[in-house]
Structures are given as C-alpha cells and as structure tokens.
C-alpha cells in the first residue's frame, strides 16, 4: 500500500527484488539446497515447474519505513513504611506508642503465660486422673482375675460334686429298687407270720378251754363259775395258761410224785420253725450288699474335695466392690 499526495490509495505491483547496497546481500554466498524441499520430495514433478511460479509484485512510490513507538509502563511507587534505615541502631518512635507497645506487649506475655500455666496445670490434672483411672483398671483387673480363677475352681468342684451327685442317683436308684423288693419279700413275710399266729391262737383257744373241762369235771377243788385267770386272749397269755392248766391237770391226775411217768416223747430232730418264720430268718440274716459303703462315691467326693481345697469355704462375693472403696457388710 502506498499512499501518494492526493491522499488515493493505487494499487500497483511490487518491482522484482533487487539487489540494493547495504542489505548485506552484495557478495554472493553459495547457498546449499539439500532438497528438502516438498517439491523436491514429489514423485512426479513437472519439468517446468519453476515457470509456473508467479513473480511477486512490483512496488512502486516512496517506501516508508514505520517504525513503532516504544511503550513504556510505568512503574508503581514502593511502599516504604516509617522504620529507620537499616545501619540504624535503634528504632525511631515516638515515647508514648514506644510505652503503649511495651505495655502491650507485657499483657500478651502474661496472658499468653498464665494460658500456658492454665493449660499446664489442666494437664497435669489430666494426667493425675488418668493415673488414678489406670490404678483403678488395674486393680479390677486383678480382683476380675482372681475372681475368674475361684470360678474355675468353684466350675472343677462342682463338675465333681455332679459327677458324685450323678453316681449317688444311679446308686440310690438301685438301692429304692433293692430295698422295695426286700420290703414286698418282707410285707408277705409278715402277713404269713401272722396267718400262722392267728392258727395257733386258735389251736391254744381250744386246747385250753378243752384243759378248762377236765380241771372242772376232775378237779373238785375249783368251782364251775370260775373266770380263767388269762390278762388277755393273745397267743402268750394262752400258751402260759395253758402250760398252768396243764400242770395242775398232772398233778391231779399222776399226784406230785414223779414215780408213775412214763417216757416223755423225745423232740429231736423235728423242725423248730414254721415256713414263716424260715423265711423271714432267710430275709434278715441276708443284708442287702448296696447298703454297704459304695468306694466309687466315696473316691469322686475326696477327688471334689481335693480338687476344690479351700475354695469350698472361701465366701461367694468378693471382699471389695470394683466400682467403690472400702469393705461390703452384710447386713
């Protein structure tokens, strides 16, 4: 673009580029084209591919060189607060803001001391209470273990006193079904003791109101309205009143003198015991062996007490709670 006097823009071509003096281009300097061009690089290329480029355009007028204005920006002005320079050796300030500062500065150093002596001392609290806290944990610690130890003991006696207890059932089992069997065997023991006893108190009724016939049909002596002389009907009072008027009848009939009796029948040989009574003999002469002392409880129960040792009479509460201090009493 060159603008000539009239102020008309023209177009019009640029000149070819020529040489000009003092563009550094006066020698002539071997230029080496490598062939890196992308021309060069085609795989087809026209032989007259440099005719075809178009020339530059030729410029024509007054050619002027515009050259741009430098900008410069301005720089802002330093903040520079009221303090002396720095080969100053002591700082310039008025006396009043010099005690106002001294005097703040002593306030800050004594809150910021008795904050520090608060906080050390809450700390310190802190640190007592932990401790105390850590003394009590320990403690129901211990009282916790020992108190886990006597139930391991109190859980080892009581598995044996069980086990004994179980063996003690089984045995008394036993012995209820042993000693039923002997109270039946016993109870019809009795009841045909009884039978016998009634049969003979009949036998010795008779006998001796037959002995009461002959005394009074024999005997003048006695008179007819006379009461036997028996306590009672029982076979003992009979068997003794009988044994009387039997006496009374030999010495009426044979006189006191032993003179006339023949030979009294001989005993020997014959059973003294009725079915009855050989049972109820068999009964009590043979004990029943489970009311012996059983060796197997005995064992569990010295094993229990072994096991156990003084635990069996150690009390079941511990003798200090783990929450509080001092002693429990019972009251």
Same mark, same amino acid.
């Given at each position: 673009?060159?603008?000539?006097?009239?102020?008309?823009?023209?177009?019009?071509?640029?000149?070819?580029?020529?040489?000009?003096? +003092?563009?550094?281009?006066?020698?002539?300097?071997?230029?080496?084209?490598?062939?890196?061009?992308?021309?060069?690089?085609?795989?087809?290329?026209? !032989?007259?591919?440099?005719?075809?480029?178009?020339?530059?355009?030729?410029?024509?007028?007054? @050619?002027? /060189?515009?050259? !741009?204005?430098?900008?410069?920006?301005?720089?802002?002005?330093?903040?520079? !607060?009221?303090?002396?320079?720095?080969? #100053?050796?002591?700082?310039?300030?008025?006396?009043?803001?010099?005690?106002?500062?001294?005097?703040?500065?002593?306030?800050?150093?004594?809150?910021?001391?008795?904050?520090?002596?608060?906080?050390?001392?809450?700390?310190?609290?802190?640190?007592?209470?932990?401790?105390?806290?850590?003394?009590?944990? =320990?403690?129901?610690?211990? $009282?916790?273990?020992?108190?886990?130890?006597?139930? #391991?003991?109190?859980?080892?006696?009581?598995?044996?006193?069980?086990?004994?207890?179980?063996?003690?059932?089984?045995?008394?089992?036993?012995?209820?079904?042993?000693?039923?069997?002997?109270?039946?065997?016993?109870?019809?023991?009795?009841?045909?003791?009884?039978?016998?006893?009634?049969?003979?108190?009949?036998?010795?009724?008779?006998?001796?109101?037959?002995?009461?016939?002959?005394?009074? /049909?024999?005997?003048?002596?006695?008179?007819? /309205?006379?009461?036997?002389?028996?306590?009672?009907?029982?076979?003992?009072?009979?068997?003794? +009143?009988?044994?009387?008027?039997?006496?009374?009848?030999?010495? $009426?009939?044979?006189?006191?003198? /032993?003179?006339?009796?023949?030979?009294?029948?001989?005993? $020997?040989?014959?059973?003294?015991?009725?079915?009855?009574?050989?049972? =109820?003999?068999?009964?009590?002469?043979?004990?029943?062996?489970?009311?012996?002392?059983?060796?197997?409880?005995?064992?569990?129960? +010295?094993?229990?007490?072994?096991?156990?040792?003084?635990?069996?009479?150690?009390?079941?509460?511990? =003798?200090?709670?783990?929450?509080?201090?001092?002693? @429990?009493?019972?009251?």
């Amino acid at each position: 673009m060159i603008k000539n006097p009239e102020h008309v823009t023209i177009r019009q071509p640029l000149p070819s580029p020529i040489r000009t003096q +003092g563009d550094g281009m006066e020698n002539e300097i071997e230029v080496k084209n490598e062939g890196k061009c992308l021309g060069d690089q085609l795989i087809y290329r026209a !032989p007259d591919l440099k005719h075809f480029s178009p020339t530059p355009p030729v410029i024509t007028g007054r @050619i002027i /060189n515009l050259i !741009p204005k430098t900008v410069t920006q301005g720089k802002e002005p330093k903040f520079i !607060p009221y303090e002396p320079y720095k080969a #100053a050796v002591k700082p310039i300030f008025p006396m009043r803001k010099k005690s106002m500062r001294r005097e703040l500065k002593n306030l800050l150093v004594a809150a910021v001391g008795e904050d520090l002596q608060t906080r050390v001392h809450l700390l310190t609290e802190d640190k007592l209470q932990l401790a105390r806290a850590l003394l009590n944990s =320990a403690q129901r610690l211990s $009282t916790h273990q020992e108190q886990t130890e006597w139930l #391991a003991g109190q859980c080892e006696v009581w598995r044996s006193k069980f086990l004994a207890s179980s063996l003690m059932v089984e045995e008394l089992a036993r012995w209820k079904a042993a000693l039923g069997q002997k109270a039946t065997d016993l109870q019809e023991g009795l009841k045909r003791i009884l039978e016998e006893h009634s049969k003979v108190r009949e036998s010795l009724l008779n006998t001796y109101r037959n002995l009461c016939v002959l005394r009074e /049909n024999f005997d003048h002596t006695c008179s007819s /309205n006379r009461k036997p002389d028996l306590a009672s009907s029982n076979i003992l009072d009979l068997a003794a +009143g009988t044994s009387r008027l039997s006496a009374n009848l030999r010495v $009426t009939f044979l006189g006191s003198s /032993n003179g006339q009796v023949r030979s009294e029948p001989d005993f $020997t040989g014959l059973d003294m015991s009725t079915c009855a009574e050989k049972a =109820a003999e068999t009964l009590l002469s043979n004990p029943t062996p489970l009311l012996l002392s059983d060796a197997a409880c005995s064992a569990v129960m +010295g094993a229990a007490v072994a096991v156990g040792g003084q635990m069996l009479l150690r009390p079941s509460i511990p =003798a200090c709670c783990g929450h509080c201090s001092g002693e @429990i009493k019972l009251v």
